[in-house]
């Protein structure tokens, strides 16, 4: 079950973003997920809700933003959308496609609740 590895080093990447900032809480983080990285949105939803437990993103809201795959076709030159690996063009059916978005999984945001950060509502 690798979404909890990858669950737990998202928590540590928040946990030492909010100690550099001096947070007392974590209200948001934001998470983009590609297409085709081979996660399961949910099932990683899932084991962050876990690894933040105890922790200060226990209150935290995950955000996962779901990136579609694309990618570029060496033979036709064009831009296609890449669902599954092996990439196949769906225009001439080629497999020269250079993968360009969806393979992202990386923390887009944090938002924190610090002592000097005056963000209100
Ligand atoms: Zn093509």
């Not at 737990?8 to 946990?15: G, K, P, R, V």
């Not at 200060?56 to 030159?77: K, R, S, V």
Request: charged residues 20%.
């Amino acid at each position: 079950m690798h979404e909890m590895s990858i669950a737990m080093s998202i928590i540590d990447i928040a946990l030492s973003e909010a100690e550099k900032a001096g947070a007392q809480t974590i209200d948001e983080i934001e998470v983009e997920v590609g297409q085709l990285a081979a996660v399961m949105l949910e099932s990683l939803r899932f084991c962050l809700e876990a690894a933040a437990k105890g922790t200060l993103t226990e209150t935290a809201t995950f955000t996962l933003i779901n990136i579609p795959g694309h990618g570029h076709c060496l033979a036709c030159q064009r831009d296609v959308a890449i669902t599954e690996f092996p990439a196949q063009c769906d225009v001439c059916q080629g497999f020269g496609v250079s993968i360009t978005a969806g393979t992202e999984l990386k923390i887009r945001s944090i938002s924190i609740n610090g002592d000097n950060n005056g963000r209100e509502e």
